[in-house]
C-alpha cells in the first residue's frame, strides 16, 4: 500500500476487534516510531495490551470500545505541529500494516496511560490504535477553495493534489481550520483559532507534501 492509497483509506476508528498485534507487526511499527524520535527529537511511545486508558464495561471513554493499545505522544512544549507531522507518519505507517487508529486529545483517561516523560516534556497526545471492527468510513471536508488560495495564476495540477489528501488529514472534531497560500513555489500553511489547531496544521502538512508527490515546492514560514 502506497502512502497515497493509505492516506484515502484511513479513517478514524473507535471499536476494535480482540485480535492481538503480533511481534513482526509491532517491529515494524516500533521502527517508524524510532525513526521520528530520531528525526523530531519527539519522545513517542507504543503502549501494547493496556485497556485501562479507554476504559471498560460501564467506564468506556468517549465511543471508543475495545481499545487496549495506543501511542503517546511525549514531547515539549512547542512542540505541537511536530506533533503532528510525525504522528501522522505514525498513522499512515500502521494504516500499511493493516492497523487502524484514531488521534485522541479528550476522549481518554489521562490518568490511566502509561507513559514515560523527561525533564521538561508532557503528553501531548495519545492515537488509539488496534484492528477496527470495521475500517471507519468517509466524512464531509471543506472544498479546496475554502482551504487554500492561489497568490497568482491558475492552480497547478500538482497543488490541487497536494489539497486533495489534505482535505483527507484528520483533525480535532473535524475542523479544518488551515489554509494553504501558494505563491510562486513557495506554500506557506496557516493554523486559524481552533482546538489543537498546530498539532492539525503538522498532521495536513504531512498530507500535502505526500500530496504534492515530487513537485518542486519550499514551504515558507508564517514569520518570513
Ligand atoms: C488533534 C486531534 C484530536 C482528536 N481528538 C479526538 C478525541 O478526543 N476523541 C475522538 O473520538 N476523536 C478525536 N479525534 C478524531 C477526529 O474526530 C477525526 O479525525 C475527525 O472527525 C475526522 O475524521 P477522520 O479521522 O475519520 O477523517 C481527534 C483528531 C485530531 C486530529
Given at each position: 500500500?502506497?502512502?497515497?492509497?493509505?492516506?484515502?483509506?484511513?479513517?478514524?476508528?473507535?471499536?476494535?476487534?480482540?485480535?492481538?498485534?503480533?511481534?513482526?507487526?509491532?517491529?515494524?511499527?516500533?521502527?517508524?516510531?524510532?525513526?521520528?524520535?530520531?528525526?523530531?527529537?519527539?519522545?513517542?511511545?507504543?503502549?501494547?495490551?493496556?485497556?485501562?486508558?479507554?476504559?471498560?464495561?460501564?467506564?468506556?471513554?468517549?465511543?471508543?470500545?475495545?481499545?487496549?493499545?495506543?501511542?503517546?505522544?511525549?514531547?515539549?512544549?512547542?512542540?505541537?505541529?511536530?506533533?503532528?507531522?510525525?504522528?501522522?507518519?505514525?498513522?499512515?505507517?500502521?494504516?500499511?500494516?493493516?492497523?487502524?487508529?484514531?488521534?485522541?486529545?479528550?476522549?481518554?483517561?489521562?490518568?490511566?496511560?502509561?507513559?514515560?516523560?523527561?525533564?521538561?516534556?508532557?503528553?501531548?497526545?495519545?492515537?488509539?490504535?488496534?484492528?477496527?471492527?470495521?475500517?471507519?468510513?468517509?466524512?464531509?471536508?471543506?472544498?479546496?477553495?475554502?482551504?487554500?488560495?492561489?497568490?497568482?495564476?491558475?492552480?497547478?495540477?500538482w497543488f490541487s493534489e497536494a489539497m486533495e489528501a489534505v482535505?483527507?488529514?484528520?483533525?480535532?472534531?473535524?475542523?479544518?481550520?488551515?489554509?494553504f497560500?501558494?505563491?510562486?513555489?513557495?506554500?506557506?500553511?496557516?493554523?486559524?483559532?481552533?482546538?489543537?489547531?498546530?498539532?492539525?496544521?503538522?498532521?495536513?502538512?504531512?498530507?500535502f507534501?505526500?500530496g504534492a508527490?515530487?513537485a518542486?515546492?519550499?514551504?515558507?514560514?508564517?514569520?518570513?
Amino acid at each position: 500500500m502506497t502512502l497515497k492509497e493509505a492516506i484515502v483509506q484511513r479513517h478514524s476508528v473507535r471499536k476494535y476487534t480482540d485480535k492481538k498485534i503480533d511481534e513482526a507487526t509491532a517491529a515494524e511499527l516500533q521502527k517508524a516510531i524510532d525513526e521520528c524520535n530520531r528525526h523530531s527529537g519527539l519522545n513517542i511511545q507504543l503502549i501494547l495490551n493496556e485497556p485501562e486508558a479507554f476504559g471498560s464495561g460501564m467506564a468506556k471513554y468517549g465511543s471508543f470500545e475495545n481499545c487496549s493499545n495506543y501511542i503517546a505522544i511525549v514531547g515539549k512544549k512547542g512542540d505541537d505541529e511536530k506533533c503532528g507531522y510525525y504522528g501522522e507518519k505514525i498513522v499512515l505507517r500502521a494504516q500499511q500494516l493493516g492497523l487502524n487508529t484514531c488521534w485522541v486529545a479528550l476522549t481518554v483517561n489521562k490518568s490511566k496511560i502509561s507513559y514515560k516523560a523527561n525533564r521538561g516534556e508532557k503528553l501531548l497526545i495519545v492515537i488509539a490504535l488496534g484492528y477496527g471492527q470495521t475500517p471507519g468510513h468517509t466524512r464531509p471536508t471543506k472544498s479546496t477553495e475554502e482551504l487554500s488560495k492561489i497568490v497568482k495564476g491558475e492552480m497547478p495540477g500538482w497543488f490541487s493534489e497536494a489539497m486533495e489528501a489534505v482535505k483527507l488529514a484528520p483533525t480535532a472534531i473535524n475542523q479544518q481550520k488551515f489554509l494553504f497560500v501558494l505563491d510562486g513555489n513557495e506554500v506557506t500553511a496557516k493554523t486559524l483559532f481552533g482546538f489543537y489547531a498546530k498539532i492539525d496544521l503538522g498532521i495536513a502538512k504531512y498530507h500535502f507534501e505526500i500530496g504534492a508527490g515530487d513537485a518542486h515546492f519550499v514551504w515558507k514560514s508564517v514569520e518570513d
